[in-house]
């Protein structure tokens, strides 16, 4: 008997790999433990897993945090802003300050969702609609000219119940989506630099209506009140340590797995030893046991390595074109760095993200000042618009001020110089002389700064031989 058993021991073993199921005494077996996951492998399992977990927190703040200002206070519900976002706005890492946004929160379980929406007056407007896995897609945009004459857009996934992605009278076009989740967000140039024109664009984007599909047909809405969420976290390193497995159990049961993509292959294959694979149902007493606060860590260290590529252009330039693109067009490290710095932009052709460095190369910090010098022929080749806009490095977030100016471009104010150019200040105290439109106020204190540009539509072969300003530090008086 004592052999039989020790074989037994033996052969369990060596088919739990990744699993220990120690026994004590005659009592029923412990809940099953990661055993001894290196920090290789979990490195692993956060680099691969950090594109779902930065867009759970996304698209579930954005419908369910009642605290912010942005939020749709439920899904199937839209956000409809008509001022340029402030430092209040916390709900993503590195938000956009040159934009209006309409964001429409979308739950695909049940029935279609129709966007209904109006011509457009401004230069550019784009859609974008993004699921869990932080594949981006923008299928309506006016560098290819839509937005010119009203329309209608339905959006499904897989699992939508009772539709296939057949035509529906009166529905211009057709979007199958690879999750059940998904944010939907309209990017709009306001001009508000033109009064009459910023009030007319602000109309068409009131305009805009979200609809399921009972109710395009004159019905009523299918309930979608039958589901139960993960908490979200305050930050992407909350969920890797409070509640990580039943996130991404939660994201695996309502996203679409591609068998011949790599990057969903390899995070089936990694969370697989975990017990997390599409279609379980997550139990808290049952499920496996890990290191939370090695997982926690592990994310934040993930997070620092590819916060400091900021600081790195030249990486930039060979990331651009893979970062924020669709399914099949992207790798796992362009979604790596690009889930860390700022979820859910806008590919190369629509926008680009170069960062501003130092002239030095060290870390810009507000206990100094630094100015940004473009002459004309170093101004961003952007066909459409540009801005800069300053954050803190820690959370991305804009720098508090009195001033509410966050950013520098055409929407939020600027002064161009008499040859052209522009000269950018970052500073505590506006400068002498400088205008109030090219002033970036920060709070004077150890912390360190990061500026991002944001050119749309650029020109790409001029991009080629473009390089991105720097920022020189001020000498101190």
């Given at each position: 008997m004592r052999i039989k058993n020790r074989?037994?021991?033996?052969?369990?073993?060596?088919?739990?790999?990744?699993?220990?199921?120690?026994?004590?005494?005659?009592?029923?077996?412990?809940?099953?433990?990661?055993n001894n996951l290196s920090n290789e492998q979990v490195k692993n399992i956060v680099q691969r897993s950090y594109q779902y977990v930065a867009l759970y927190n996304v698209i579930n703040k954005g419908a369910l945090d009642t605290e912010s200002p942005t939020s749709t206070d439920g899904f199937n519900k839209m956000n409809v802003a008509t001022a340029l976002y402030d430092h209040n706005v916390k709900v993503i890492a590195r938000p956009n300050n040159d934009s209006l946004y309409i964001s429409a929160m979308l739950d695909l379980r049940k029935e279609p969702l129709i966007l209904d929406m109006p011509a457009f007056d401004s230069k550019y407007v784009s859609?974008?609609?993004?699921?869990?896995?932080?594949?981006?897609?923008?299928?309506?945009?006016?560098?290819?000219?839509?937005?010119?004459?009203?329309?209608?857009?339905?959006?499904?996934?897989a699992r939508t119940e009772g539709y296939n992605g057949e035509a529906v009278e009166g529905i211009d076009r057709v979007f199958e989506m690879s999750g059940d989740f998904v944010i939907a967000v309209f990017r709009v140039m306001p001009h508000a630099n033109q009064p009459e024109k910023f009030n007319k664009i602000v109309g068409q984007m009131k305009a805009v209506k979200l609809l399921t599909l009972s109710e395009f047909k004159g019905g009523t809405a299918k309930s979608i009140n039958d589901v139960s969420f993960p908490e979200f976290g305050k930050t992407d390193a909350d969920v890797f340590g409070d509640n990580f497995l039943e996130v991404m159990q939660f994201v695996f049961n309502h996203t679409t797995f591609d068998p011949a993509n790599e990057m969903d292959q390899g995070v089936l294959e990694a969370f697989k030893p975990l017990g997390i694979e599409?279609?379980?149902?997550?139990?808290?007493a049952k499920a496996m046991k890990i290191d939370k606060k090695q997982f926690r860590n592990m994310a934040q260290q993930v997070q620092k390595e590819n916060l400091a590529l900021l600081?790195?252009?030249?990486?930039?330039?060979?990331?651009?074109?893979?970062?924020?693109?669709?399914?099949?067009?992207?790798?796992?490290?362009?979604?790596?760095?690009?889930?860390?710095?700022?979820?859910?932009?806008?590919?190369?052709?629509?926008?680009?993200?170069p960062n501003v460095?130092?002239?030095?190369?060290?870390?810009?910090n507000a206990q100094n000042d630094y100015v940004i010098r473009m002459t004309k022929e170093e101004m961003p080749p952007a066909t459409a618009f540009w801005s800069m806009t300053l954050y803190d490095s820690k959370n991305g977030f804009f720098i508090p001020n009195d001033h509410k100016k966050y950013s520098v471009g055409e929407n939020s104010g600027m002064k161009i110089n008499a040859d052209g150019g522009i000269d950018v200040y970052v500073a505590a105290k506006q400068p002498e002389g400088v205008p109030a439109e090219n002033w970036l106020p920060i709070n004077r204190q150890d912390e360190n700064l990061d500026i991002i540009l944001r050119i749309y539509v650029p020109d790409l072969e001029k991009l080629k031989s473009w390089s991105a300003p720097k920022a020189e530090m001020m000498k101190k008086k």
């Open positions: 074989v037994l021991r033996l052969l369990i073993a060596s088919v739990l790999v990744m699993v220990a199921l120690p026994i004590v005494g005659t009592a029923k077996a412990a809940e099953p433990v990661a859609l974008m609609a993004v699921a869990y896995d932080h594949y981006v897609n923008v299928p309506l945009t006016t560098r290819k000219g839509d937005f010119r004459k009203p329309g209608k857009a339905l959006f499904y996934s599409p279609g379980k149902v997550y139990d808290a600081t790195q252009p030249e990486k930039f330039v060979s990331l651009a074109p893979r970062i924020l693109q669709s399914k099949g067009k992207t790798d796992l490290e362009a979604m790596v760095v690009v889930s860390v710095i700022g979820p859910i932009g806008l590919p190369l052709e629509e926008a680009t993200y460095a130092t002239t030095d190369g060290s870390a810009m």
